[in-house]
């Protein structure tokens, strides 16, 4: 479930806490984490966080980067946590204690050397998407499916992909090829727009109260969805309700009045 704006929320938050402080130790509580965190040489100097599509990477200045893939249920917390998060690995900074939490145990952990790893990623959606009316000309696959592909464009997932298409109009359903060139531009107007707005709110914490913020807080983006999780719901803009299908194995939300 984190998405871009969760785990740019991620980044934002430990960037300043991380970046020039030595890491210490690195701990795995989760056998599966454990061949991999070995490999983390420590003491080092943390020289650098970033986020790449849905991913944390972290540089240290002896070579090393851990790239941590929070994927359905992960995210970083920094300090304490509450007894029942299951902590599944910890990063001990001299500034303070970064750990993994992740309730279904499926983000993965993975440490490499040398240039930055190669994730097989596409473009980065906040560094400019002139490119997107070409690339989109070129694929028959629904919209939707498409902006969720990380090949074709880094970072988004479920909840984001059906709020793009509401806020730019378009049916969801429909084949990439097949979106006229004024709604290509609105696509991509909407693309950034839709994540800068997600991330000034820390991103969107849902029902299961799963995803906070490494400080603990909720994202408050979940009460700008407009469709997502809303099955049946009346649209915000026009009242009619708003529908549900699965596209590649995935619901999709979506308002068949405002969407065309
Ligand atoms: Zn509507």
């Known amino acids: ?11 934002r938050f430990l960037r300043p806490r991380v970046q020039g402080a030595e890491l210490e130790e690195v701990v795995a509580y989760d056998v599966a984490l454990r061949a991999s965190l070995r490999e983390t040489r420590t003491p080092a100097k943390a020289d ?8 944390v990477l972290l540089h240290t200045e002896d070579g090393q980067w ?11 917390a920094w300090g304490q946590v509450d007894p029942d998060d299951r902590v599944r690995a910890l990063w001990r900074f001299s500034t303070g204690e970064m750990r993994l939490v992740d309730l279904r145990r499926l983000a993965t952990v993975g440490v490499f050397e040398g240039g930055e790893p190669a994730l097989g990623l596409g473009p ?6 002139a490119w997107l009316p070409a690339v989109l000309a070129r694929s028959r696959m629904p919209i939707k499916v498409w902006l969720m592909d990380q090949r074709k464009v880094a970072g988004i997932g479920n909840i984001y992909a059906s709020e793009i298409c509401f806020r730019a109009g378009i049916d969801p359903r429909r ?12 696509m991509v107007e909407v693309i950034p727009t839709v994540l800068q707005e997600a991330i000034a709110r820390q991103g969107t914490t849902l029902s299961d109260g799963r995803y906070r913020e490494p400080g603990g ?16 719901a009346p649209c915000p803009v026009c009242g009619a309700l708003v529908s549900r299908c699965v596209q590649a194995g995935r619901s999709t939300f979506w308002c068949s009045r405002c969407q065309r």
């Open 1 to 11: 479930m984190p998405e871009l704006p969760e785990v740019e929320t991620m980044v």
């Open 48 to 55: 650098l966080l970033l986020r790449r599509g849905k991913h």
């Open 66 to 76: 851990t790239v941590i893939h929070p994927r359905m249920s992960g995210r970083l």
């Open 124 to 129: 980065e959606p906040l560094e400019g998407l």
């Open 175 to 186: 084949p990439a090829c097949e979106l006229r060139n004024v709604e290509v531009e609105r």
């Open 217 to 232: 807080q909720r994202g408050r983006f979940a009460l700008q969805l407009a469709v997502y999780g809303r099955e049946g």
